[in-house]
């Protein structure tokens, strides 16, 4: 499937560039898909963030040059570190030992990850697809990482602080749109990302921000249950499960979370993925 040979075109350019600097815009433009999207799926599918999977596999050629004669100094540098205390950080973290003792004890190799199209699934996924015209949200924001464990402590970092400052009871009164209820969103500004817990709404008041949410195609999955792991679990099966075998492709839009009842103990909610036809 085209989503595959994308996800593992990126994978390719990566295994090629190992030894030298990893473009996060050429490996968006192979998997057709943002930075933020890029390594947001990643996660969900590998198990792991993509810069440790880089680490794993610098550190697993890095043991095999030094295994074949080549100088710890020589490999260091040809991986990127021009620090011989941060390579040997870095080597010790990957096989438990020295790089100086390569070549005395066992060593871990991480193998080059390959994807394909694998059977899942046996609970139903409930969804539906929705066209919207673009659309303001206004509410409060914070930096988020990269990576998607980042993300699932980062989020409800902001959720809290949603609470303790009594936005939540502010920005209801605000909703104006079409999407019901306090939203959360995931959004890529240049190099960086961002988390919003917002409505959606014309103005910003004070201490709010505003973005403008393109038009675009979304499949919307519907879930109840405690948070943050109900919605966690939701967002992870969409982009495993559905998405792989659907025919779609990532948008550049932002992930949307909508909580219909945000109740923390018993939420009902929707992910909203932004799609599009390869």
């Not at 104006?176 to 008041?205: D, H, I, N, T």
Request: charged share 20%.
């Amino acid at each position: 499937m085209q989503w595959i040979e994308q996800m593992n075109a990126a994978m390719d350019y990566i295994e090629a560039n190992l030894d030298g600097k990893i473009d996060m815009a050429e490996l968006s433009r192979l998997a057709c898909c943002s930075a933020f999207h890029f390594q947001r799926m990643f996660s969900y599918i590998a198990g792991v963030p993509l810069g440790e999977y880089v680490r794993r596999r610098r550190m697993t050629r890095a043991a095999e040059e030094l295994c074949a004669g080549a100088r710890v100094t020589d490999v260091a540098a040809r991986y990127g570190y021009d620090s011989p205390t941060a390579f040997n950080r870095a080597f010790q973290s990957v096989h438990g030992v020295a790089p100086s003792k390569a070549r005395e004890g066992a060593l871990n190799a991480w193998m080059p990850m390959r994807f394909s199209l694998a059977v899942t699934g046996g609970a139903p996924l409930k969804y539906r697809l929705e066209k919207l015209e673009a659309f303001p949200v206004v509410g409060i924001t914070a930096a988020i990482g990269s990576e998607l464990a980042e993300n699932f402590q980062s989020a409800p970092a902001l959720w809290a602080r949603a609470g303790r400052e009594n936005v939540i009871p502010r920005l209801l009164q605000m909703a104006r749109g079409p999407l019901p209820g306090l939203l959360g969103l995931s959004a890529q500004f240049g190099e960086g990302w961002r988390y919003m817990v917002g409505v959606c709404a014309e103005k910003a008041g004070e201490g709010l921000e505003k973005w403008d949410v393109p038009a675009c195609e979304w499949a919307v999955f519907s879930g109840q249950g405690p948070m943050p792991g109900a919605i966690q679990e939701i967002e992870r099966r969409a982009v495993l499960e559905w998405l792989p075998a659907s025919g779609y492709e990532y948008a550049d839009a932002p992930d949307i979370e909508v909580y219909l009842v945000p109740e923390p103990q018993n939420a009902t909610f929707e992910v909203w993925l932004p799609i599009r036809r390869p």
